[in-house]
């Protein structure tokens, strides 16, 4: 069976399952216009903001970072097993996002507010 029919078997049956592929993940993004200029909102829930990086070259802003799996059972101990998964569809891994938008960034004022699991990038055009 080729890999695509594969893909379109899992994609049709298992919906959830490209999330856990090797490989960074791309984490879903909203580009709205201001009047003053953009707001980028990336979607990165269970992402801490110290994992976050985000870089600015010319109209690029390229976001990277890693979201780690806890553990939500207390009392685990590092010598334990790990748990054995049943069904895993969030995930866990480096992630990798660049928007280009239709402007220069290299005058634009750039701020950052990360809340509720998503990162608000506010660019202001300086004229």
Same mark, same amino acid.
């Given at each position: 069976m080729s890999k695509d029919m594969i893909r379109l078997m899992h994609a049709l049956f298992?919906?959830?399952? !490209?999330?856990?592929q090797a490989?960074?993940?791309r984490p879903n993004t909203d580009v709205?216009?201001?009047?003053?200029?953009?707001?980028?909102?990336?979607?990165l829930a269970g992402v801490r903001v110290d994992d976050i990086d985000l870089?600015?070259?010319?109209s690029r802003l390229t976001l990277r970072g890693v979201r780690? !799996?806890?553990v939500l059972e207390s009392g685990q101990k590092n010598s334990e097993l790990s748990p054995v998964h049943h069904r895993m569809e969030i995930a866990y891994s480096q992630f990798e996002r660049t928007v280009e938008l239709p402007?220069?960034?290299k005058k634009a004022?750039?701020?950052?507010?990360y809340r509720d699991g998503l990162l608000l990038v506010?660019?202001?055009s300086q004229s």
């Amino acid at each position: 069976m080729s890999k695509d029919m594969i893909r379109l078997m899992h994609a049709l049956f298992l919906p959830g399952a !490209d999330a856990c592929q090797a490989g960074p993940w791309r984490p879903n993004t909203d580009v709205y216009r201001t009047r003053n200029g953009w707001l980028v909102k990336f979607e990165l829930a269970g992402v801490r903001v110290d994992d976050i990086d985000l870089q600015v070259l010319g109209s690029r802003l390229t976001l990277r970072g890693v979201r780690r !799996d806890c553990v939500l059972e207390s009392g685990q101990k590092n010598s334990e097993l790990s748990p054995v998964h049943h069904r895993m569809e969030i995930a866990y891994s480096q992630f990798e996002r660049t928007v280009e938008l239709p402007c220069d960034l290299k005058k634009a004022e750039i701020t950052t507010d990360y809340r509720d699991g998503l990162l608000l990038v506010r660019i202001v055009s300086q004229s």
